[in-house]
T-cell receptor, first 117, second 111 residues
Framework: GAVVSQHPSRVICKSGTSVKIECRSL??????MFWYRQFPKQSLMLMAT?????????EQGVEKDKFLINHASLTLSTLTVTSAHPEDSSFYIC?????????????FGQGTRLTVV | SQQGEEDPQALSIQEGENATMNCSYK?????LQWYRQNSGRGLVHLIL?????REKHSGRLRVTLDTSKKSSSLLITASRAADTASYFC???????????FGAGTRLFVKA
């Protein structure tokens, strides 16, 4: 299947700083990518849809000014957590869909564990 | 959860027993997927069933889909201690191709 690579896998940052997480589709072009957040012992919550060349679409309750998404190329989407606080500590994971005509599963990155201290 | 519910929330069984997890969803879908996640790790894709399919098998896994009831089940036969993990269903909708997750079931298989 297609490969989605996410970097970094773990990051620890100080409160008030910003952290950038990268999501790359390695062997296919992804005009759309998705960002999820997962708190301990909970499910994955969709945060936003990242659209190549246009603004991201955010789910209800997700602050777009806090979670900046940039999708400047067909293989790279970035999520920047701005002015991070301890409550932003979570597991963040991205995904991209394969060819919609093929009706295949989504392809997920390995995830990034963010700890804000 | 954003999409629907899974039950049970937690399941504890003996090795060798079968485990059944159920998932319900809310919208029209293209497909439904099941994933496994070990504690603190990423997702492992298990099986995908399309909206026009009713049942699918993969090794010890059996998945059913009932689109009229908007529900699916995952059966793991002859469970092993290594099957201990959280299991999530996820649906890709017919509109925007979003993939939305259910609440998940935490499975514990005792050796």
């Amino acid at each position: 299947g297609a490969v989605v690579s996410q970097h970094p896998s773990r990051v620890i940052c100080k409160s008030g700083t910003s952290v950038k997480i990268e999501c790359r589709s390695l062997d296919f072009q992804a005009t759309t990518m998705f960002w999820y957040r997962q708190f301990p012992k909970q499910s994955l919550m969709l945060m936003a849809t990242s659209n190549e060349g246009s603004k991201a679409t955010y789910e209800q309750g997700v602050e777009k000014d806090k979670f900046l998404i940039n999708h400047a190329s067909l293989t790279l989407s970035t999520l920047t957590v701005t002015s991070a606080h301890p409550e932003d500590s979570s597991f963040y994971i991205c995904s991209a869909n394969g060819d919609p005509l093929e009706n295949t599963e989504a392809f997920f990155g390995q995830g990034t564990r963010l700890t804000v201290v | 959860s954003q999409q629907g519910e899974e039950d049970p929330q937690a399941l504890s069984i003996q090795e060798g027993e079968n485990a059944t997890m159920n998932c319900s969803y809310k919208t029209s879908i293209n497909n439904l997927q099941w994933y496994r996640q070990n504690s603190g790790r990423g997702l492992v894709h298990l099986i995908l069933i399309r909206s026009n399919e009713r049942e699918k098998h993969s090794g010890r896994l059996r998945v059913t889909l009932d689109t009229s009831k908007k529900s699916s089940s995952l059966l793991i036969t002859a469970s092993r201690a290594a099957d201990t993990a959280s299991y999530f269903c996820a649906t890709t909708n017919t509109g925007g191709f979003k993939t939305i997750f259910g609440a998940g079931t935490r499975l514990f298989v005792k050796a």
